[in-house]
């Protein structure tokens, strides 16, 4: 199939910065394609808790997140690798939601508004020229004046874009594997627990469905020590601290199997490739522990929606629009992901974690400014 129409913006990616974006662009008039690989609903590996500075941007998305009845979550448990932990209040704190529910709902909201959302569907090259993109895929080819980049961690986008991080391979502890259960057991609504172990650290929050997300992020060397045998690695690493040990031992876990995803890396990637705008982890992943990833993607769609050009077909418009997005985002994000990548580094490990909570247990101001740093304002 072969579409006439031009599109005001084409989104690929429908993972929540892109959805979120379709949404705000439709508010506004705008004639917008969303082009998402999968089919609604579907389980993406993430953490799920989500900073409250979004709760206002996805109820004006036409979400009704109050009538969820969600767990707000306030409290902050982090232990090390041994089990020596410290709990204190968590500040602005979060909701736990899971993704399968909110991408959901947040598509069906976008089919109202008139995006034209397509389900699997891959793309499989992108041009421009003469101002406007040409997106070839397996649906079709479409014509858009904009393309917006939300499609995650990675994608074979990257790899035509021919985008720096893609020409070099990283070994061992600078790949990282990420991997999600989804369980029943017995654990506070209202906290969020950081569990260290070597080379890695798993997050629990519960979630809508009386569920809770449980998700760990490794290294692949990890995984690779025990033949890449994902149970045999909880057993002789994650279990020696005995916080993982409990939860493993005593949960019911949902998944036949757990969701995996690889080549996890958290190198700088260049915000515009060939006038292509990238959001969210298309524009650079944050440490899990350092980021609120979720909320920095509807951040940036937030930031897109405010400043896309009234006039698309103008290319001075274009010209402009490029540049102060990249002012905005690197205002916002860029020095969370730089303090990302090293505060990454810290954990994972026995003594170092031991000393950092140690030092910041007698003193939860500090700890609360650490972790303020990773929240943003509400927008």
Not at 104 to 132: D, P, R, S
Not at 180 to 200: C, E, R, S, V
């Amino acid at each position: 199939m072969e579409a006439n129409e031009m599109y005001d913006a084409a989104i690929i990616g429908g993972g929540l910065g892109g959805l979120t974006l379709s949404i705000k662009l439709a508010q506004q008039g705008k004639k917008v394609l969303l082009v998402e690989k999968e089919t609604y609903p579907f389980h993406k590996v993430c953490g799920e808790y989500i900073s409250m500075e979004s709760w206002d941007f996805i109820e004006s998305c036409g979400i009704p997140l109050k009538d969820l009845h969600l767990p707000i979550i306030s409290q902050v448990r982090i232990s090390a690798p041994n089990g020596y932990y410290l709990e204190q209040k968590l500040g602005l704190g979060g909701f736990g939601i899971s993704r399968h529910s909110l991408d959901h709902l947040l598509f069906k909201q976008a089919l109202k508004l008139g995006v034209n959302a397509i389900q699997n569907c891959k793309v499989t090259g992108i041009t421009f020229e003469n101002n406007h993109f040409e997106i070839q895929s397996s649906s079709g080819i479409f014509k858009s004046y904009y393309t917006f980049g939300a499609y995650g961690k990675k994608s074979n986008i990257d790899i035509q874009l021919k985008r720096q991080f893609t020409q070099h391979k990283k070994q061992g502890k600078q790949n990282y594997i990420g991997v999600k259960y989804h369980i029943k057991t017995a654990f506070p609504d209202n906290l969020i627990a950081l569990h260290n172990f070597k080379d890695g650290y798993c997050g629990i929050s519960k979630i809508d469905q009386e569920s809770y997300c449980l998700c760990y992020l490794t290294t692949q060397q990890n995984l690779s020590k025990y033949g890449n045998q994902i149970k045999a690695m909880e057993e002789a690493v994650l279990f020696k601290n005995p916080s993982l040990k409990k939860i493993f031992k005593e949960s019911e876990i949902l998944y036949q199997k757990p969701l995996v995803i690889s080549q996890i890396r958290f190198e700088p990637k260049p915000l515009i490739e060939q006038h292509i705008i990238m959001l969210g982890d298309a524009a650079g992943l944050i440490a899990p522990l350092c980021g609120n990833g979720m909320s920095m993607a509807m951040r940036a769609a937030d930031m897109i929606s405010k400043l896309f050009p009234k006039n698309v077909a103008c290319i001075e418009e274009r010209d402009e629009f490029e540049k102060v997005y990249s002012k905005t985002w690197n205002k916002n994000f860029a020095t969370r992901l730089r303090a990302g990548r090293i505060f990454q580094q810290l954990f994972g490990s026995t003594l170092i974690t031991w000393l950092i909570i140690a030092v910041l247990k007698p003193f939860p101001g500090v700890l609360n400014k650490i972790i303020r740093a990773t929240h943003g304002e509400p927008f």
